[in-house]
């Protein structure tokens, strides 16, 4: 079975960075792509970023593009998400979730595995 696990969310001000680890099992990272999402209170889920070894390559959003680093340590597969400058927006439960494919085209549409999430609460 397929398993992932986010962690490291916590309250944090802000300004300040945290880093979000996702360990998964059951799974190859060199054969899928992984992603990060968050859903904010009253909001709907949005991606955030999505890596692919097979490719070699992360894509972001916009938006956090710059702030927001995804990095993989595929010895222990597991996906980190360096979150610096937090904002009181970016206040959400932080998913990760894996593809049976290693592609990350339109990963915000949908994605194959889910985790549960970890909650990153960051006050003003």
């Known amino acids: 079975d397929v398993q992932l696990q986010a962690s490291g969310g916590g309250l944090v001000q802000a300004g300040e960075s945290l880093r979000l680890s996702c360990v998964a099992s059951?799974?190859?990272?060199?054969?899928?792509?992984i992603g990060w999402f968050r859903q904010a209170p009253g909001k709907e889920r949005e991606g955030v970023g999505c890596?692919?070894?097979?490719?070699?390559?992360?894509d972001y959003v916009d938006r956090l593009k710059g702030r927001f680093i995804i990095e993989s340590d595929n010895a222990k597969n597991t996906l980190y998400l360096q979150m610096n400058s937090l904002k009181p927006d970016d206040t959400a439960v932080y998913y990760c979730?894996?593809?049976?494919?290693?592609?990350?085209?339109?990963?915000?549409?949908?994605?194959?595995?889910w985790g549960e999430g970890t909650q990153v609460t960051v006050s003003s």
């Open positions: 979730a894996a593809r049976k494919n290693p592609y990350c085209f339109g990963y915000e549409e949908y994605m194959d595995y």
């Open positions: 059951g799974l190859s990272f060199d054969e899928r792509a």
């Open positions: 890596f692919s070894s097979a490719r070699g390559s992360t």
